[in-house]
């Protein structure tokens, strides 16, 4: 093969793996992550899960920044990995929950509509007053987010 063959090889292979759409969670915290607990049972029971590490995916609904920490409720949504990764709107209403981070997000990244995919730890069911009302919600402790702006 040819030194320029083989250079638009690289490059062909360089650019599709540039184009993956999965975001690049830390593994040390993806091994955490246990995929054995659905959402439905996370919200049917969040204390009993508390200090579990999950992955959950939605559309961020509402928010709140107070100081260094920042409050949204989600629409859950469940997370596809193919033909692209990420949070999928099926058409059907599974449940809200309540993700809290520490540190700097945005306000063009917390809009009604981005999607979020969370890994973090399960703080259990909190109440929360992003909408005015003060509900208990599934609430998770985020570690890691990553935010796709609609």
């Not at 030194?3 to 915290?29: D, G, K």
């Not at 509509?113 to 005015?132: A, D, K, W």
Request: net charge neutral; aromatic share 6%; with cysteine.
């Amino acid at each position: 093969m040819s030194r320029v063959h083989l250079a638009a090889c690289v490059m062909l292979l360089n650019s599709l793996f540039a184009c993956t759409s999965q975001p690049e969670f830390p593994p040390e915290l993806v091994v955490k992550v246990d995929h054995n607990i659905t959402f439905q049972e996370l919200t049917a029971n969040p204390d009993f899960y508390i200090g579990r590490t999950v992955q959950l995916g939605g559309q961020i609904v509402a928010s709140e920044v107070n100081g260094r920490q920042v409050s949204m409720l989600v629409r859950e949504l469940p997370i596809r990995t193919e033909p692209v990764y990420g949070p999928v709107d099926t058409g059907k209403f599974r449940g809200m929950l309540v993700i809290r981070y520490i540190g700097q997000i945005g306000p063009q990244d917390l809009q009604h509509g981005n999607m979020i995919v969370v890994i973090g730890s399960v703080e259990g069911s909190l109440s929360s007053n992003l909408t005015g009302t003060t509900p208990r919600r599934l609430t998770v402790a985020a570690e890691c987010v990553h935010i796709w702006r609609t």
